[in-house]
Every structure is written in structure tokens, then in C-alpha cells.
């Protein structure tokens, strides 16, 4: 575990300082990743449900109203365990707002434990698979570890890639090209 605030910045602040204390909850339990997976399956709810939204973001519901709602919502998903316990701790606490950084955070603590790291990668159309495992390859053999691909699709790049891994991003997008080419032909005017 990470001491003496070398916490990335997603485990700064109320989110970080709840997924650090599930994560070592859930370490010690053995439950690291069950407890993600049910994680995983939560915030999927919380993407697809704007009525789950609203009551996550609204402070007119009760700590007991918010609860008992997320209780009922987690028994029918069939979420349970130290997870389901975490998010009814975190909607009796009137943390509900915070939970999807706090899910963030779990995350990549889980990444970061098991020495995973996390590249975002934008293309401008759906890449195949073929594709997608080639570009897992070539990220793997730079970083020199295991990666966990966040794939966006971007139709403004009009084609290319875009790749972000912690701090360092290479744009080899032909937007980004298009633009270098446009200012080159302003500057020779």
C-alpha cells in the first residue's frame, strides 16, 4: 500500500479515502475481486438509471430514504456482500454523490496492486479485434506490464490514434496532423 501520500490523484480526497479503506477491507478478506465485480455491476445501473441518478445526486432524499432504496435496488441486481454493504455505509453517510469516484478509485487501486496499467485509447472509428490486440501488444511491450484498455470512439480524430498512459500521451491522430499542416501554411504567408 502506497504511504506518505504517494496516492495517485484518485485517491485523494472523501472518494479516495473510502475505496483505499474497501480496498484494504477487501484485501484482507480475500475479496478484492468480487467486491470489484459487484462494483463493476452497480455502476453499470448508475450509467443506464436516471432515476438511480437522481437519487444519488439529490439531496431532498433522506439518509434512510436513500438507503433503503439502494438496499432494495442492490437485493434485485443481486449485489451483495462487502460491496453492497460499502454503498449502503456510503448512502447512510450521505456519501451516495461520491460513490462513482469512489468506484473509480477502487479501481485503480486494483490495477495498481496487481501492477496494471491503464491506457485510454481514442480512435475515430471501431477498430476490429485483431486490431484492438495489436495495440494491447505494442502498449504492453512499452510499458512493460499488463493493460487494461479504455477504448473511446472519437469521430473527430477523422483517423489515427490518440493514447494516454498515467502522465505521457502520444497523438497521432490525423485531426492533430491536419492542424499542424494548417498552421504551417498560416506561418508561411
Known sequence: MAQNGSEGPLL?????????????LAHDQGQVDDVAKNLDAFDALYRESDDLRRLVRSPAYSAAEQTAAVGALLDRAGISGLAANFIKLTAANRRLFALPGMIRAYR??????KGIIRAEVRVAEKPSDAVIEDIKASLRDVAKSEIDLDLHIDPSLIGGIVVKMGSRMVDASLRTKLNSIRLAMREAR
Open 12 to 24: 485523494a480526497g472523501v472518494a479516495g479515502r473510502y475505496a483505499l479503506a474497501l480496498y484494504e
Open 108 to 113: 485503480e487501486k486494483v490495477r495498481e496492486s
